[in-house]
């Protein structure tokens, strides 16, 4: 086992060079392996490696990634679990989570049909136009400030289709084509905008479902900038009395718009 804050396998540099580029390693797969960090470290980091595979495996007790890959492009996950703790959910230590189950910081790569159960964020998207399809994420829960997907400022055109985030979130910062499609957020997970720099462009969300959160949608256009240049911190704080109140930190000249859903379910409020 590698020392604390270590990982148990590396594919990183090497003397050689293909390509005539910073790639070190093609055309490798793992497949059908336990990867147990025994709660020291990490699980597999792959380094400038070209076209890799992560199949069928599971990744468990780390404490830092289970998967982190730098660099290269086109490393392929596919039907992997991830988890720091083995649970089925609704875990009594489920607030102490930490860790990144996937951590992407490389172009061009795939993830697909993989659970995410328990860490501070399932996947973390650094690198850009990489695909994310079929996953089932119950990491952490929003109560617990938790992220099932979190998009860096630096993670153009990515595509996140058909997931499901299961009382978790997803956060993308300042995103530049990014694309959130055909996914279902259960409890109170959500999708967060959230402003670095304060621009954005090429955003798509659409044909996904919320259950379990009020029935309101509302966006938030400001003309100009707020104070040094920056977008206003803004969020819906009250919603009842069929009125839904939108506050921001400072004044500012803004148009909000809101579209309310008030179909009662059975057992279900309406405001």
Same mark, same amino acid.
């Given at each position: 086992?590698?020392?604390?804050?270590?990982?148990?396998?590396?594919? !990183?540099?090497?003397?050689?060079? &293909?390509?005539?580029?910073?790639?070190?390693?093609?055309?490798?797969?793992?497949?059908?392996?336990?990867?147990?960090?025994?709660?020291?470290? +990490?699980? #597999?980091?792959?380094?400038?490696?070209?076209?890799?595979?992560?199949?069928?495996?599971?990744?468990?007790?780390?404490?830092?990634?289970?998967? &982190?890959?730098?660099? +290269?492009?086109?490393?392929?996950?596919?039907?992997?679990?991830?988890?720091?703790?083995?649970?089925?959910?609704?875990?009594?230590?489920?607030?102490?989570?930490?860790?990144?189950?996937?951590? #992407?910081?490389?172009?061009?790569?795939?993830?697909?049909?993989?659970?995410?159960?328990?860490?501070?964020?399932?996947? &973390?998207?650094? +690198?850009?136009?990489?695909?994310?399809?079929?996953?089932?994420?119950?990491?952490?829960?929003?109560?617990?400030? +938790?992220?099932?997907?979190?998009?860096?400022?630096?993670?153009?055109?990515?595509?996140?289709?058909?997931?499901?985030?299961?009382? !978790?979130?997803?956060v993308m910062e300042d995103p530049y084509f990014v694309h959130l499609t055909n996914s279902m957020? &259960?409890?109170?997970?959500?999708?967060?905008?959230?402003?670095?720099?304060?621009?954005?462009?090429? #955003? !798509?969300?659409?044909?996904?479902?919320?259950?379990?959160?009020?029935?309101?949608?509302?966006?938030?256009y400001v003309k100009g900038r707020g104070r040094g240049g920056r977008l206003p911190v803004h969020?819906?704080?009250?919603?009842?009395?069929?009125?839904?109140?939108?506050?921001?930190?400072?004044?500012?000249?803004?148009?909000?718009?809101?579209?309310?859903?008030?179909?009662?379910?059975?057992?279900?409020?309406?405001?």
């Open positions: 086992m590698s020392p604390e804050s270590e990982i148990l396998i590396y594919k !990183t540099e090497s003397v050689h060079r &293909l390509h005539g580029r910073w790639i070190y390693y093609e055309d490798v797969t793992f497949r059908d392996i336990l990867f147990d960090s025994a709660r020291r470290g +990490g699980g #597999l980091l792959i380094v400038n490696s070209l076209r890799t595979r992560i199949i069928n495996s599971y990744f468990l007790n780390f404490t830092t990634q289970g998967i &982190l890959v730098q660099g +290269g492009h086109e490393t392929y996950i596919a039907s992997c679990f991830l988890g720091q703790k083995s649970t089925v959910g609704d875990d009594e230590h489920e607030a102490d989570f930490f860790g990144t189950a996937i951590d #992407l910081a490389s172009n061009d790569n795939s993830v697909t049909d993989t659970v995410l159960f328990s860490s501070q964020t399932g996947l &973390l998207l650094r +690198g850009q136009a990489n695909m994310v399809s079929g996953l089932h994420v119950y990491n952490k829960g929003v109560k617990y400030r +938790g992220t099932g997907i979190y998009v860096k400022e630096s993670a153009a055109f990515n595509r996140i289709d058909n997931s499901y985030m299961d009382y !978790t979130s997803i957020f &259960l409890g109170d997970g959500n999708v967060v905008l959230k402003s670095v720099y304060g621009r954005m462009a090429g #955003l !798509t969300v659409r044909d996904n479902f919320f259950h379990g959160i009020d029935h309101f949608q509302y966006s938030f969020a819906a704080t009250n919603v009842s009395g069929n009125v839904v109140v939108v506050e921001s930190d400072e004044a500012v000249d803004a148009v909000v718009s809101v579209v309310v859903d008030q179909f009662k379910k059975v057992r279900e409020a309406t405001y």
